[in-house]
């Protein structure tokens, strides 16, 4: 009921709506999941939130793959429903508007991928660098090749006029995403 509260106080804010969704998915709701998702994806955001629809389409996606034909998809573009499993998916949430928190992934090579390098040679690709919200930033890696991977966020700062509290981030750390053997670390 929170994240319903916080829907209907924020509307203009993708974050409200995603978060809402993520809650239903883990609560045994996934169409309400998956309807809720495809709002964020469809939705004309301000352009502080960029890449947040093709986050939500990704997960929206893996979710009507783990369901298996459970979800009704009317009134979805049947020409953006199509799985795209990662070996390695990485995302970086915050809870304070108009920061900018930063993921970097360095992988077994020592190659990091960031807003300033955001492909590298193994193919792992990051979101647009979201300077003035609230997130999320997504690390992708199709294909994972064995070692060691560090990622990293970094505090870059804030622009709030306010003195504000504590900035809360959360990251979340997927293995074989959008596959039927997905691993939440």
Same mark, same amino acid.
């Given at each position: 009921? #929170?994240?319903?509260?916080?829907?209907?106080?924020?509307?203009?804010? *993708? !974050?409200?709506?995603?978060? %809402?969704?993520?809650?239903? +998915?883990? +609560?045994? !709701?996934?169409?309400? $999941? $998956?309807? %809720?998702?495809?709002? #964020?994806?469809?939705?004309?955001?301000?352009?502080?939130?960029?890449?947040?629809?093709?986050? +939500?389409?990704?997960? =929206?996606? $893996? %979710?009507?793959?783990?369901?298996?034909?459970?979800?009704?998809?009317?009134?979805?573009?049947?020409?953006?429903?199509?799985? =795209?499993?990662?070996?390695?998916?990485?995302? =970086?949430?915050?809870?304070?508007?108009?920061?900018?928190?930063?993921?970097?992934?360095?992988? *077994?090579?020592?190659?990091?991928?960031?807003?300033?390098?955001?492909?590298? +040679?193994?193919?792992?690709?990051?979101?647009?660098?979201?300077? /003035?919200?609230? /997130?999320?930033?997504?690390?992708?890696?199709?294909?994972?090749?064995?070692?060691?991977?560090?990622?990293?966020?970094?505090?870059?700062?804030?622009?709030? !006029?306010?003195?504000?509290?504590?900035?809360?981030?959360?990251?979340?750390?997927?293995?074989?995403?959008?596959?039927?053997?997905?691993?939440?670390?």
């Amino acid at each position: 009921w #929170v994240f319903d509260k916080v829907k209907t106080w924020r509307p203009e804010e *993708p !974050q409200s709506t995603r978060d %809402l969704a993520l809650a239903c +998915a883990e +609560a045994g !709701q996934p169409q309400r $999941a $998956a309807d %809720l998702l495809w709002e #964020v994806v469809k939705g004309r955001w301000d352009g502080r939130f960029r890449d947040v629809n093709l986050i +939500a389409l990704g997960e =929206l996606n $893996a %979710l009507l793959a783990r369901e298996k034909g459970k979800i009704r998809v009317q009134g979805m573009d049947a020409a953006f429903l199509r799985n =795209l499993p990662v070996d390695v998916r990485v995302v =970086l949430n915050w809870d304070t508007n108009d920061s900018d928190m930063d993921l970097h992934v360095v992988d *077994p090579r020592g190659e990091t991928c960031f807003y300033g390098h955001q492909a590298t +040679a193994l193919g792992g690709r990051i979101s647009a660098d979201v300077t /003035g919200g609230y /997130g999320p930033e997504e690390f992708l890696l199709k294909r994972a090749v064995p070692g060691r991977y560090l990622i990293k966020a970094n505090y870059y700062g804030t622009r709030q !006029q306010t003195v504000i509290g504590a900035t809360t981030v959360k990251l979340e750390l997927y293995l074989r995403y959008g596959t039927g053997r997905m691993e939440n670390k």
